[in-house]
């Protein structure tokens, strides 16, 4: 039976509710500071903490609640005869209730605070009377969700009592919690790049429609510490979203972010389609919906400027699953909702990842974000690229970070014309890609050429100029059969496979 309750919370919300609730069958409620004004003013009998402990707050808050009078009378056993005897030689009363939520350390972490600030929303005293409560459930009823509430207070008044799988629940969810908690503060305090320990903090904004395929079940968790493209987004229209059109947008948002120019990017199972720079949005859009009109459909469609409605109206001539841009004009998002399906997403921040996690069986891989673009621009060629070509070759190395390995590019003016990826022979990509972009004056590699068969290949094609990573024992061949057809060739001396 509930015969007292300590509640201390950052977030009001919903307490008044249950502390009256409380009052009301007689359980005897302890609080703390700005909570326990709260409910003084709004008429609810309480108890302030030093009043159970003897000892005033102190160190401006910092230390209320870690005191023996408050561990004491949450973590005794109360079936363990020693564990009721010392408390009660001690004059320790048992709490039998914690409802406590934290300082909000994930939202202040991520705004622009001076860094001593931030570390005054480390809660210190919340998390360990959560964890005190959350060991000792079977006894002690433990609450850190305002939406819980309602739960606790329907099963006191149908049974009298919380059920013991109700309070394993929420025992799990302080824990769940407060690890998440401590590690948003490891990362924001450690300084190493890969420390002993990896410590993930996320929360779930949501449940999709369905994982990579319609019988896999899937949910979707944002950093609680850092930002990000893909958690400040608004969604303004259509279906739902699945795991694969979060992919997706990943993709196509970060393609468009490598260029400064105005950029779209047409993208289809999580490989690029077709990618423009334009004079206008709309000029971007028809030059890399032209690249590849049949993967296009059904496709990703981002863009790195407000859209406005001439390109709406372009955009709406097929299907799309997403449309991605930074802003709409209301012209536009009239248009593109005539099209009800249409996930329309505002993007409103440009990709932030440092990391990279791939999940395998039984760990986690984890890599510095591919970040960069290339170390050097050295011709190897007797003959050197031209600057609208170099220019071009610039542009395809910027698209082909984001094809899948191995990827080749070919591009004119600006615009890819033929892409091909995620074949597991490069000689295969670079045909598809050529064939596909019969006007393509460069091309782009994701790496290295082992053989000169791709610039044979180029050469059949009027390919200009190549542009690759370099660093093959046979990086001479490859330059040997460059000069004997008049290509010119730059190295970068970085590589970006993308499996």
């Given at each position: 039976m509930?015969?007292?309750?300590?509640?201390?919370?950052?977030?009001?919300?919903?307490?008044?509710?249950?502390?009256?609730f409380?009052v009301?069958?007689?359980?005897e409620?302890?609080?703390?500071?700005?909570?326990?004004?709260y409910?003084k003013e709004?008429?609810?009998?309480?108890i302030?903490?030093?009043?159970?402990t003897?000892?005033?707050e102190?160190?401006d808050?910092?230390?209320?609640?870690?005191n023996?009078y408050?561990?004491?009378?949450?973590l005794a056993?109360r079936?363990?005869?020693?564990?009721?005897?010392?408390?009660?030689?001690?004059?320790?009363?048992?709490i039998?209730?914690?409802v406590?939520?934290?300082?909000?350390?994930?939202?202040?972490v991520?705004?622009?605070?001076?860094f001593?600030?931030?570390?005054?929303?480390?809660d210190?005293?919340?998390?360990?009377m959560l964890?005190?409560a959350?060991?000792?459930f079977?006894?002690v009823?433990?609450?850190?969700?305002v939406?819980d509430y309602?739960?606790?207070?329907?099963?006191?008044e149908?049974?009298g009592d919380?059920?013991?799988?109700?309070?394993?629940e929420l025992?799990?969810k302080v824990?769940?919690?407060t690890?998440?908690?401590?590690?948003?503060?490891s990362n924001?305090?450690?300084?190493?790049e890969y420390?002993?320990?990896?410590?993930?903090?996320y929360?779930?904004?949501?449940?999709?429609?369905?994982?990579?395929?319609?019988?896999?079940?899937?949910?979707?968790?944002v950093?609680?510490?850092e930002?990000?493209?893909?958690k400040?987004?608004q969604?303004?229209?259509?279906k739902?979203?699945?795991?694969?059109?979060?992919?997706?947008?990943?993709i196509a948002w970060?393609?468009?972010?490598?260029f400064?120019?105005i950029?779209?990017?047409?993208?289809k199972?999580?490989?690029?389609?077709?990618?423009?720079?334009g004079?206008?949005?709309?000029?971007?859009?028809?030059?890399?919906?032209?690249?590849?009109?049949v993967?296009?459909?059904g496709?990703?469609?981002a863009v790195n400027?407000?859209?406005d409605?001439?390109t709406a109206?372009e955009?709406?001539?097929?299907?799309s699953?997403?449309?991605?841009?930074?802003?709409?004009t209301?012209?536009a998002?009239?248009?593109?909702?005539?099209?009800?399906?249409?996930?329309?997403i505002?993007?409103?921040q440009v990709?932030?990842?440092?990391?990279?996690l791939?999940k395998?069986?039984?760990?986690?891989?984890?890599q510095?974000?591919?970040?960069?673009?290339?170390?050097?621009?050295?011709?190897?060629?007797?003959?050197a690229?031209?600057e609208?070509?170099?220019?071009d070759?610039?542009?395809?190395?910027?698209?082909?970070k984001?094809v899948?390995s191995n990827a080749?590019v070919?591009?004119?003016?600006?615009?890819?014309v033929?892409?091909a990826?995620?074949?597991?022979?490069?000689?295969?990509a670079?045909?598809q890609?050529l064939?596909?972009g019969e006007e393509?004056?460069?091309l782009?590699s994701?790496a290295?050429f082992p053989?000169?068969?791709?610039?044979?290949?180029a050469?059949k094609?009027n390919?200009?100029a190549?542009?690759?990573?370099?660093?093959?024992?046979?990086d001479?061949?490859?330059?040997?059969?460059?000069?004997k057809n008049?290509?010119?060739m730059?190295?970068?001396?970085?590589r970006h496979?993308?499996?």
């Amino acid at each position: 039976m509930l015969k007292r309750a300590l509640i201390s919370v950052f977030d009001k919300n919903g307490v008044l509710d249950l502390a009256k609730f409380l009052v009301n069958r007689g359980v005897e409620i302890i609080s703390t500071g700005g909570t326990y004004r709260y409910l003084k003013e709004n008429g609810i009998d309480v108890i302030e903490v030093n009043q159970v402990t003897g000892f005033d707050e102190i160190l401006d808050g910092r230390v209320k609640t870690l005191n023996p009078y408050i561990h004491g009378g949450i973590l005794a056993i109360r079936d363990k005869e020693s564990h009721m005897e010392t408390i009660k030689e001690k004059g320790i009363t048992p709490i039998d209730m914690i409802v406590v939520n934290l300082y909000p350390f994930f939202n202040k972490v991520q705004e622009d605070l001076a860094f001593e600030e931030k570390v005054e929303f480390i809660d210190i005293g919340g998390p360990t009377m959560l964890r005190s409560a959350a060991k000792n459930f079977k006894d002690v009823i433990v609450l850190t969700k305002v939406e819980d509430y309602e739960k606790i207070i329907s099963q006191i008044e149908e049974n009298g009592d919380v059920s013991f799988k109700t309070r394993k629940e929420l025992a799990g969810k302080v824990f769940n919690l407060t690890s998440a908690y401590d590690a948003a503060i490891s990362n924001f305090l450690l300084d190493e790049e890969y420390p002993e320990y990896l410590s993930l903090s996320y929360k779930k904004m949501m449940d999709l429609r369905y994982g990579e395929n319609p019988h896999q079940t899937s949910a979707y968790y944002v950093s609680t510490y850092e930002r990000g493209a893909m958690k400040n987004f608004q969604q303004l229209n259509g279906k739902e979203l699945s795991y694969n059109n979060i992919k997706d947008m990943d993709i196509a948002w970060k393609t468009v972010w490598e260029f400064d120019e105005i950029a779209c990017c047409g993208l289809k199972h999580n490989s690029p389609c077709g990618v423009a720079i334009g004079e206008t949005v709309c000029d971007a859009y028809k030059k890399a919906y032209s690249c590849d009109p049949v993967s296009i459909f059904g496709g990703i469609i981002a863009v790195n400027r407000t859209l406005d409605k001439e390109t709406a109206e372009e955009i709406v001539k097929i299907f799309s699953e997403i449309v991605i841009a930074p802003d709409f004009t209301e012209e536009a998002l009239e248009v593109l909702k005539t099209k009800k399906n249409l996930r329309v997403i505002k993007g409103e921040q440009v990709p932030k990842d440092k990391v990279e996690l791939v999940k395998v069986d039984g760990g986690i891989l984890v890599q510095s974000a591919d970040d960069k673009l290339l170390n050097e621009t050295k011709v190897v060629t007797e003959k050197a690229p031209t600057e609208e070509e170099m220019k071009d070759l610039i542009f395809g190395m910027k698209v082909v970070k984001y094809v899948k390995s191995n990827a080749i590019v070919v591009v004119k003016d600006g615009k890819a014309v033929g892409i091909a990826g995620g074949q597991v022979n490069r000689i295969w990509a670079a045909t598809q890609a050529l064939e596909r972009g019969e006007e393509g004056v460069i091309l782009a590699s994701d790496a290295f050429f082992p053989f000169g068969d791709v610039v044979e290949e180029a050469a059949k094609h009027n390919i200009k100029a190549i542009i690759q990573p370099g660093g093959s024992l046979k990086d001479q061949e490859s330059i040997d059969e460059c000069n004997k057809n008049g290509i010119s060739m730059v190295f970068t001396g970085m590589r970006h496979f993308k499996h």
